[in-house]
């Protein structure tokens, strides 16, 4: 049973940053490909970045360069650093192996 929590979210202001992470009771966890999700008060389900073995990457357009996802597989730890953070990322974020296999959330707000 895949098992995932998120961690590092809080609030903040307009420019600032944060790091997300989120622990996987996942066994291989450096075979999967690992997503973040986010989902805004009133909106749906947003994929926001993913990562294929250690180094393939892809973004949602609307980070613009802003966010950086990583992963330590050797402590099954997925990370998303998130730079110049706007108030429209303002959401739960999620981790997970799909928009249906994910944790909790972690709520980031960002206001002034």
């Known amino acids: 049973q895949v098992q995932l929590v998120e961690s590092g979210g809080g609030l903040v202001q307009p420019g600032d940053s944060l790091r997300l992470s989120c622990v996987a009771s996942?066994?291989?966890?450096?075979?999967?490909?690992m997503r973040w999700y986010r989902q805004a008060p009133g909106k749906g389900l947003e994929w926001v970045s993913d990562?294929?073995?250690?180094?393939?990457?892809n973004y949602a357009d609307f980070v613009e360069g802003r966010f950086t996802i990583a992963r330590d597989n050797a402590k099954n730890t997925l990370y998303l650093q998130m730079t110049n953070l706007k108030p429209e990322d303002t959401a739960v974020y999620y981790c997970?192996?799909?928009?249906?296999?994910r944790g909790p959330g972690t709520q980031v707000t960002v206001s002034s």
């Open positions: 997970g192996t799909s928009s249906t296999t």
């Open positions: 996942i066994s291989d966890f450096s075979l999967y490909t």
């Open positions: 990562i294929n073995g250690p180094h393939i990457t």
